[in-house]
């Protein structure tokens, strides 16, 4: 999670959404990216998934990560995690947290682990919370 943080870091106010995708057998940062202004779907859950994606475009070296990410991803995210078929997801500010910080303006009230129980794998690991004492912050 430190390493999602310090992808965005030092975030600009509101501007805290930065993600990383860990190897699961080393524990190594495989890639980073982070969310920005301009089109609607540039987040950083999405960006690091679609950058890596390319460098791999077998798909096999995905299903060896988790996606970790500064704020629980929104639907669009969540359903890029599913069909990109990592092996999990942790994040650390909740959906609720961004909904009650207007500045944010989370306008989608639909969560990771409601859209993971309703896709292909509604066993994949979602872990939230994680360093949200740090992570929560960043949207504030």
């Known amino acids: 999670m430190r390493a999602a943080i310090k992808v965005v870091s ?3 106010r509101f501007r805290g959404f930065g993600a990383v ?9 495989v890639a980073e990216a982070k969310g920005g202004d301009g089109p609607g779907t540039n987040h950083a859950e999405l960006n690091v998934l679609r950058n890596f994606g390319l460098l791999h475009p077998d798909g096999e070296a995905l299903h060896k990560t988790v996606l970790v990410t ?7 995210c969540a359903t890029c ?5 990592v ?6 500010t909740s959906l609720e947290f961004l909904i009650g910080h207007p ?3 989370m306008p989608i009230r639909i969560s990771m ?18 360093l949200r004492e740090e992570t929560d912050p960043l949207f504030m």
């Not at 995708?21 to 940062?29: A, S």
């Not at 995690?81 to 078929?85: D, E, L, N, P, W």
């Not at 092996?87 to 650390?92: D, E, S």
């Open 10 to 12: 030092p975030a600009p």
């Open 21 to 29: 995708l860990v190897n699961v057998d080393d524990g190594r940062i």
């Open 70 to 76: 500064t704020a629980e991803p929104c639907p669009m």
């Open 81 to 85: 995690a599913i069909f990109s078929r």
């Open 87 to 92: 092996a999990g997801v942790a994040y650390g």
């Open 103 to 105: 500045p944010t303006r």
């Open 113 to 130: 682990p409601q859209v993971v129980a309703t896709g292909p794998l509604p066993n994949m690991p979602v872990v939230g919370g994680v």
